[in-house]
């Protein structure tokens, strides 16, 4: 289970985040809304330990984290599959029938010899989403994943989320505006520094 403490965070004098908590049960799907800079993608950033900050995230030993923030990287000049084989093999968990089967619900052909580097951004963010699941992770971050997909895209998410739910994953997702269809167990708003219950 994710418990975020009493986290801080100042980039210089500017104060980003004041004392954020949060904990988040397995298979519950949390919002967090907020303007653009109010904050959302370095929250994301110290949960995945990407960033320091003062406070603490905490995590159960059995804990897999899964995230998406910003837009993803990946490998320019290999291809879709070859990036997520890379990636779950960094852990060794690639499962490729699982791997195949994302890409092709997602519309992303797995035997398609097009490198990355020619993807749009929706087919980016497509296989950002991919490799935030692909390894059975239990806590996902999602920032803004929707950008770019269309809708046809965007209705294979949300099937996918309620996938999670039912698998009792955790799941946080960070936009600026509220996703057409897609309802949460909290909905968390992040002004000023601080996360308060909308
Ligand atoms: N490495 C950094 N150094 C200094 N300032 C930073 C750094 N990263 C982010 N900031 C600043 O911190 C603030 C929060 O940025 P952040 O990317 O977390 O916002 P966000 O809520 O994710 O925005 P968006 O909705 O546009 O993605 C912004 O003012 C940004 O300029």
Redesign the pocket.
Known sequence: MLRIENVNKN??K?V?LKDINLTVKPGERVHIV????????????IITGI?KAQGQVKLDEEDYLGAMI?NPGFLEYETGLENLKFLANLNHHYDEAKVRNLMKEFSLDPDESQAVSKYSIGMRQKLGIIQAIMENQNIVLF??PTRGIDKEGVTTFLKMLDRLKEQKVSVII???EDIAGLTYDRVLK?ENGALENV
């Open positions: 980039f210089g500017k980003i907020g303007k653009n800079g109010c904050g959302k993608s370095t929250l994301f950033k960033l910003e920032d803004e960070a936009t600026h992040l």
